[in-house]
């Protein structure tokens, strides 16, 4: 019955559809070997997500502003709290990864930097690049408070 079943699929299919007969199996990633470049592209996704939930957070903090003194000195504690000022440290860590690595994907666009051991060295800028320029911004955001 399913044979026949399929059988009659192939039928109706339309003609522009791909012959999946020939179509290469999703690989599985457990047998991928990771590579520092496929790690960059899932880091972009995941600071992409963080970026969303710290706008959320940033959202909240302007909300404060507009709603009461009291509530904003809660936020703003929140935020001043250790574990506050770990997650803005994430946050703007993933922010400068995600705005780092976004230029190098523009210039990947582009054709350049595609070959494979100069686009490993290039993630391994992006990676780096990202931590020092964070570095800085905290530095320059604490230099400001005095």
Not at 4 to 11: D, G, I, P, T
Not at 104 to 118: A, F, H, M, Q, V
Not at 123 to 130: D, E, G
């Amino acid at each position: 019955m399913k044979v026949a079943m399929a059988e009659e699929f192939l039928k109706t299919r339309p003609t522009y559809a791909p012959d999946t007969d020939k179509m290469p199996l999703s690989p599985h990633l457990q047998i991928w070997k990771w590579t520092v470049t496929m790690a960059s592209s899932i880091l972009h996704r995941a600071t992409g997500i963080a970026l969303y939930a710290g706008s959320v957070l940033f959202t909240l903090w302007l909300l404060s502003a507009a709603v009461s003194q009291a509530f904003y000195n809660q936020v703003t504690g929140l935020l001043g709290s250790p574990l506050g000022l770990l997650v803005l440290a994430g946050f703007s860590w993933a922010m400068m990864y995600h705005l780092v690595n976004g230029i190098k994907y523009i210039i990947w666009d582009s054709g350049r930097l595609l070959e494979k051991e100069t686009a490993k060295k290039v993630v391994w800028v992006v990676i780096l690049l990202s931590f020092v320029l964070t570095g800085l911004l905290w530095a320059v955001a604490l230099g400001m408070k005095g």
